[in-house]
Structures are given as C-alpha cells and as structure tokens.
Nanobody
Framework: QVQLVESGGGLVQAGGSLRLSCAASGRTVSIVTMGWLRQAPGKEREFVTSISLSSGNTYYTDPVKGRFTISRDNAKNTVYLQMNSLKSEDTATYYC????????????????WGQGTQVTVSS
C-alpha cells in the first residue's frame, strides 16, 4: 500500500554532512508520522527521529540532538534528514519508516519501511 525509497547515503569524513531523502508513494493518506531509524552492524535497529506530517512536531533521540534535523515536504510526500557534524558512531544503515500513529518512537510502531541507505563516517 505504501512504498518508501531512501536516498542520499554515502561515505563522509567525521565532521561532515549528508542529507537523506525518503520519498513515499502509494496510499500515503494512511501515513501520519514518518521517521528515521538506523542499524549498525551487529546491533539492533534504533530510533533516530520522527516527524508529524500534520503538525510538523518532531522528536529526536539524545545522541543526535543538535546535529540532525528532520523535515518534511508534504506536497512531495518526502521527508528529509539533514545530518551535520557526523561522527563515526553515526555509521549505520538508515531506514525511512512511516506510521499510522503519532510521533512513533519505537521500531514496533512503524507500519512501512524503506530499503535502507548506507551512511559511513570515516574517522
């Protein structure tokens, strides 16, 4: 019903920046929240940030506060993740996700998932 496609990942030096994009298609009227989660090798997938598509309210996990910014363009059915001051600890596969619930902060709350885009930060 909903398809999500991430893009924008790559290799960047510590302290550098990247912007990820996630385009949603299909039955997007069902989506009320979109977010980003990440998974490093050997670790569980963890919540990074989410945004309410209606209000624009956002939530960030502590390790990325002040460095990452989530935004949305509802007309384009697209959400972005601007990542600044990147650290080696940010290296992970980043997944776009969409939910029918408000400002979901846990993995189990998301209903739709993208394929992931790799972010590698060199130190």
């Amino acid at each position: 019903q909903v398809q999500l496609v991430e893009s924008g990942g790559g290799l960047v030096q510590a302290g550098g920046s990247l912007r990820l994009s996630c385009a949603a298609s299909g039955r997007t009227v069902s989506i009320v929240t979109m977010g980003w989660l990440r998974q490093a090798p050997g670790k569980e997938r963890e919540f990074v940030t989410s945004i309410s598509l209606s209000s624009g309210n956002t939530y960030y996990t502590d390790p990325v506060k002040g460095r990452f910014t989530i935004s949305r363009d509802n007309a384009k059915n697209t959400v972005y993740l601007q990542m600044n001051s990147l650290k080696s600890e940010d290296t992970a596969t980043y997944y776009c996700a969409a939910a029918r619930s408000v400002l979901v902060r846990m993995r189990s709350g998301y209903d739709y998932w993208g394929q992931g885009t790799q972010v590698t930060v060199s130190s």
